[in-house]
Each structure stands twice: as C-alpha cells, then as structure tokens.
T-cell receptor, first 115, second 111 residues
C-alpha cells in the first residue's frame, strides 16, 4: 500500500514569493492533516479536513496561508506571500476511522527555505 | 503551542543499553502516542496508550502513563544503532483526533 505522498520534497524561494505544497493521502483515508514543524520542535497542526470540509483551521494563519481539498482526496497548501519565518518542514498526514485508533500516517514532508 | 515537553532533550547511549524518555503534558487527555522521526523514514507512529491504561508493551517498547502526574515515559530496551532518531510524545484531547506534539528527545545510539 502506498503511503502519503508529498511534493516537492524541498523548496527554496525568496521572501514575498508564493509557494504551494501538494499532498496525496493514503487511499480511502477521509481525514487529512497539514502540520508545520519548525527546527527543533514537534509538528503543529495547521488544518484538518474531513473529506472536503475543513473542520479545524484555527491554527492556520489565514492572512497568507490557504488550503484546499477538492473532491476530498488530494490537498494543496499555499503560502502567499512567504516570509522568512515560514521556513519549516510542512507535513501532511491522513487517517481513517476504519484503522485502529484512527492512527495518523505521515508523509515525508516538504522542507521550505525562505531566503 | 506545544502540549508536552520531553525530557531529556538529548540522550546518547551505547548499543544494548536501555533508553528512557519522559513526557509531561498540561491538560486531560484521551490518549497519548509516541512517534519516532528520522531522516530516512519520516514521522512514524510507535505506540498509543489510552487515558485509562497505565502500561503498554510493543516489542522492545514499554510505555507508562500516569494521569495524576500528567506524565508518560517511553522505554526502549536493548537499543540498536537503528533506534537513533527523535522521539515525540503527542496527546489527543477532546474530539477530532487532533495530535498535539511535545518538543522531542533526540536519541543517539552509538556502536
């Protein structure tokens, strides 16, 4: 079974530029999560989707961040414009209530560097 | 914001020794989970313990939970070089399966 797929794996941009990350969850997983992980810290949830509905976006900086999950499958997270402080690893995860304990499966992440 | 804090922040041991990591958290939980993260395999779920459980085992892993002290520990027995990674505890509170991660312990197992 394929895991959570993310692309790109690495992205280097200059500040004020836009950037987008893509995630394809495990097939059949209806819940999708985006996390941000700063260097030396644990991941922090940005947004959670149940199918195509964003059910928890309280931690998403809405002035510059946006996300979508059209058709309830893959998802895109966008930052526009990027700031220096956005440098981090962006992790996508998915889960299914059909899987024991609703375990979250994480993708490899996208490492963003803003210069 | 981080819910939990791991202790120690970094740990270096010899292969074959046991490694113990501790996690403290702030609010009542539904369950607590431990994850491992290394550059090769990303963030991987290790074990989950429910709030009404006190101890769980999985292979070389042993997790304890003390809800009165709001703390948990992860013991890795007979450590191997491949156990070198960062270990995070994460709590689930309320509904919605939201994970709140701690700050992590960096474990290095030397040959």
């Amino acid at each position: 079974e394929a895991g959570v797929v993310q692309s790109p794996r690495y992205k280097i941009i200059e500040k004020k530029q836009p950037v987008a990350f893509w995630c394809n969850p495990i097939s059949g997983h209806n819940t999708l999560y985006w996390y941000r992980q700063n260097l030396g810290q644990g991941p922090e949830l940005l947004i959670r989707y149940e199918n195509e509905e964003a059910v928890d976006d309280s931690q998403l900086p809405k002035d510059r961040f946006s996300a979508e999950r059209l058709k309830g499958v893959d998802s895109t997270l966008k930052i526009q414009p990027a700031e220096l402080g956005d440098s981090a690893v962006y992790l996508c995860a998915s889960s299914s209530q059909q899987v024991s304990y609703n375990e979250q499966f994480f993708g490899p992440g996208t490492r963003l560097t803003v210069l | 914001s981080q819910q939990g804090e791991e202790d120690p922040q970094a740990l270096s041991i010899q292969e074959g020794e046991n490694a113990t990591m501790n996690c403290s958290y702030k609010t009542s939980i539904n369950n607590l989970q431990w994850y491992r993260q290394n550059s090769g395999r990303g963030l991987v779920h290790l074990i989950l313990i429910r709030s009404n459980e006190r101890e769980k085992h999985s292979g070389r892993l042993r997790v304890t939970l003390d809800t009165s002290k709001k703390s948990s520990s992860l013991l890795i027995t007979a450590s191997r070089a491949a156990d070198t990674a960062s270990y995070f505890c994460a709590t689930v509170t309320g509904g919605g399966n939201k994970l709140t991660f701690g700050t992590g312990t960096q474990l290095k197992v030397e040959l």
